[in-house]
């Protein structure tokens, strides 16, 4: 899905990404995104952070939007009222997104 949603409307969140002792960059967040445009020019945050504090903030993302609860209203409502470009990324918003929830 992260491919079509790329093609939909393209980057909405920046890599996460910081410099290791060496000088080189290391990416944090953001491995499939990269992965799927790897010719793009994106948005990518440098963080001042440690590689032990970097594993801490890639642990915490993904957990945290795991525990969040589906609205169903309010997930409805946002899905009626969007316009998409392509007819597979609604069916997928629909079919697969509120099916992840239950």
């Not at 594993?55 to 945290?64: E, M, N, R, Y």
């Amino acid at each position: 899905m992260q491919a079509v949603l790329q093609q939909e409307i393209g980057y909405a969140d920046a890599l996460l990404a910081r410099q290791d002792d060496s000088g080189q960059f290391v990416l944090i967040d953001g491995h499939l995104r990269a992965e799927i445009t790897p010719t793009q020019d994106v948005p990518v945050l440098i963080l001042d952070v440690t590689e032990v504090e970097a594993d801490k903030i890639l642990a915490t993302l993904d957990p945290l939007a795991s525990m969040a609860e589906l609205d169903t209203d309010a997930w409805t409502a946002l899905i009626e009222g969007i316009d998409f470009h392509t007819n597979s990324l609604r069916v997928r918003w629909t079919s697969n997104v509120t099916s992840s929830w239950q």
